[in-house]
């Protein structure tokens, strides 16, 4: 078994790393109030939550590392859509009227809010999808306006999903494709996918969701209409409910691609990813370029370079699937 962290570079030198490794004598006499907002309750349900959240706490693990001190150099408050994205203009709004010193927003309909509700305030976007395809930026080296940070996917990632699919169960003739339909996101995997499908021969079932009572529901209709296959979007929803999707698809027997490492360890079949906590720590460094006074359309927004195919053993088994040596070669981690 071997692993291949994920590093994560700019589309253009920044010198994030070059920075000094701790605050330069801060002088401000209050400390930056910094504020999360997140479309669901997945990253950031709550700024100190038990069992705390994986963006956040890899959030300050960042900020800890490069000398800053919470309570001394920053605050942190945490407001979640949980979600209803329809509180979030009203939320962005409440958000921007306290003004902050800065706002990192995660995920695509968080960031999209945030922009909505301010033109001033930085804003530094964690894990969102095709930022610039979104209007969130003017382009990736170039961001303009208020608005930098990470992206959570690269341009071929979807295909690359579909493809590995495709490896691990030869036979896959028709894929069942679930996703949260309200995050912007499902449209540009749907846009993505239909022309990788057409390449590799596999029709593809879109599914869109809007609560977890629809999965079984929408995976079950899915199966009837002869998916042989599914592939999970990466979006804060699926990521929130990882466990209960990976139990279902279980029960429906089939093969399946999940967009978080974490689903292929609660027992899903295989996974092709980036690194939550990777992405999240590195927004640390957006920040602290913004407080020693880079404005954020000066910090070019930072892609994917390299993600994780993570494959479950003991899953495929259980579907009597044997994973070709090709595709084990590839993976950056087997569980047996």
Known sequence: MRMVRVVLLAVVGLGLLAVPSAPQAQ???SPRRI???ASDGVYVPACTPNPPSVGVVAFLEGLRSLGYREGQDFTIECRSAESQYERLEALAAEVAQRNPA???ASAAPASLAAKRATSTIPIVSVYTADPVGLGLVASLARPGANVTGLSALASDYVAKSLELLKQAAPRTSRVGVLGHGANPTYAMYRRELEPAGRALGIALDFGPVSALTDVEATLSAMQRRGADAFLVMHQPFT???RQHIVD???RRQVPAIHGSREAV???GLMSYSVSVEDVFRRAALFVDRIFRGVKPADLPVEQPTTFQLTINLKAARALRLTIPP???LLADRIIE
């Open 326 to 328: 090709s595709l084990l």
């Open 248 to 250: 279902v698809v279980t």
């Open 239 to 241: 990521f929130a409910h």
């Open 265 to 267: 360890e609660l027992g």
């Open 35 to 37: 504020v999360f907002l």
């Open 102 to 104: 800065v706002i990192v």
């Open 27 to 29: 002088s401000q006499v």
